[in-house]
T-cell receptor, first 113, second 112 residues
Framework: KAGVTQTPRYLIKTRGQQVTLSCSPI?????VSWYQQTPGQGLQFLFE???????NKGNFPGRFSGRQFSNSRSEMNVSTLELGDSALYLC????????????FGPGTRLTVT | AQSVTQLGSHVSVSEGALVLLRCNYS??????LFWYVQYPNQGLQLLLK??????LVKGINGFEAEFKKSETSFHLTKPSAHMSDAAEYFC??????????FGTGTSLTVIP
């Protein structure tokens, strides 16, 4: 089975712009979670989608949003980028219930200048 | 809410020595526990998971972890460290709603 894929792998944006990141889960996985990873804050949970519905949400401002499509692919969007949004954004997929492990993609490295 | 505490943000061991990475969790319900490893510029890779079947869980690359309910711990061990084990290690707990809670990570350095 193919693993979790994320596109693009690297991105450079200017403050104030908006960005969309994409994640394709492992085939058959219905849950997609997004995380922000920075050296200072570690792994922070953004949100989780299951069957096109946001099921869990972390403590991030409304500039961060996401969606999931009927084929379980997911996108996250960050509007009005700030310098502090520079991070590695990780996507993880799972079958969707508590006992099931999450499988991570390689991440998208976002740099905001 | 669940939480995970990893004691020691940096651990150094000599090649061939025992690796011990500590993880304590807080959970109001029986937890599902995981250890992940992250190499530079990569995503997280699952090492092993505990889902209440056996308290001693064996994972990939010679790692294992023991679930101790009385101590609310899930420490990761490997009998003999290898240079390729140098990486960041994360402990995680998930709740029945599938939300994962990750520890702050432990950076493992292996000294030749």
């Amino acid at each position: 089975k193919a693993g979790v894929t994320q596109t693009p792998r690297y991105l450079i944006k200017t403050r104030g712009q908006q960005v969309t990141l994409s994640c394709s889960p492992i085939s058959g996985h219905r849950s997609v979670s997004w995380y922000q990873q920075t050296p200072g804050q570690g792994l922070q949970f953004l949100f989780e989608y299951f069957s096109e519905t946001q099921r869990n949400k972390g403590n991030f401002p409304g500039r961060f949003s996401g969606r999931q499509f009927s084929n379980s692919r997911s996108e996250m969007n960050v509007s009005t980028l700030e310098l502090g949004d520079s991070a590695l954004y990780l996507c993880a997929s799972s079958l969707g219930k508590g006992a099931y492990e999450q499988y991570f993609g390689p991440g998208t490295r976002l740099t905001v200048t | 809410a669940q939480s995970v505490t990893q004691l020691g943000s940096h651990v150094s061991v000599s090649e061939g020595a025992l690796v011990l990475l500590r993880c304590n969790y807080s959970s109001s319900v029986p937890p599902y526990l995981f250890w992940y490893v992250q190499y530079p510029n990569q995503g997280l890779q699952l090492l092993l998971k505990y889902t209440s079947a056996a308290t001693l869980v064996k994972g990939i690359n010679g790692f294992e972890a023991e679930f101790k309910k009385s101590e609310t711990s899930f420490h990761l061990t490997k009998p003999s460290a290898h240079m390729s084990d140098a990486a960041e290690y994360f402990c995680a707990v998930s709740d029945p709603g599938n939300q994962f809670y990750f520890g702050t990570g432990t950076s493992l350095t292996v000294i030749p």
